[in-house]
């Protein structure tokens, strides 16, 4: 399955009664998430770098206003739910942390999320719609926190965690904001860190996987469809806004 499909060939298979725009979704958690609200008969569209769906850099800044009215064409009206998950990691010693890579991690996982949740709320007032806001934060940025390594990554999702409250508050009754916040998820990307992780801190690739079960109540690692059904949990429960999800397996308890 792509990430993302157009409206008639969504609307032949499902009766489709709400839409819904998700970043980054060619794969891991964005996918996960498509794939979980079409089979809950949304009419959903990706946006990101490959795949189906609206193909952009959703780090160039100056270039989200017209990848958002690209993605309105393609959905054909605004939608009811946008989920915002495109992101980067940045793994290593905060002192070996580049300029490039910290400027590369606030604009994608800080900036852009908070400018096209900004055109995703311009579009609902103008249009006297309502909506929902879903960002995927993380676990890293949850309060007692104490896991070095991902500091950049960290100070961007914070800001993301810190701004639910007060939008909620600024955009309610009509739209609704809330946050997922992920521990480790089990993806491609993420086992690509640990793995740069492991040569970083000579510990073998085996006994980081290892450590990570251990220390969840849960004794497994969270999976891209948890945190799709987390965000389909927020969407059904309309008496939620301003949430934050703490979606980790029981690994951050707080």
Not at 2 to 9: D, N, V
């Amino acid at each position: 399955m792509g990430s993302g499909y157009g409206p008639k060939k969504a609307l032949r298979k499902y009766r489709v009664q709400k839409c819904a725009i998700v970043t980054g979704s060619s794969r891991g958690i964005g996918k996960a998430i498509i794939r979980a609200l079409l089979d809950a008969g949304y009419l959903a569209i990706g946006v990101q770098r490959t795949g189906n769906g609206v193909k952009a850099d959703l780090g160039r800044l100056d270039a989200l206003p017209e990848i958002w009215s690209r993605s309105l064409v393609r959905l054909g009206r605004p939608p009811d739910l946008v989920v915002l998950n495109a992101g980067i990691g940045v793994e290593g010693p905060f002192i070996d942390t580049s300029f490039e890579e910290c400027i590369s991690c606030i604009n994608l996982d800080l900036l852009s999320p908070l400018l096209l949740a900004k055109e995703a709320l311009k579009t609902w007032t103008e249009s006297g719609a309502g909506g929902h806001l879903v960002f995927i934060g993380s676990q890293a940025a949850l309060p007692g926190n104490k896991k070095p390594g991902h500091i950049v990554y960290t100070a961007a999702k914070g800001g993301i965690h810190s701004i639910i409250g007060p939008l909620a508050h600024e955009y309610g009754p009509s739209v609704r904001v809330n946050a997922v916040a992920p521990g480790n998820v089990l993806t491609l990307n993420e086992l690509r860190l640990l793995r740069k992780t492991s040569g970083l801190r000579g510990a073998s690739f085996r006994a980081l996987t290892t450590d990570i079960t251990r220390q969840a109540a849960l004794k497994r690692w969270v999976r891209p469809s948890d945190i799709a059904d987390a965000v389909l949990y927020l969407e059904r429960s309309n008496a939620l806004s301003g949430a934050v999800l703490n979606v980790s397996c029981g690994e951050s308890v707080h």
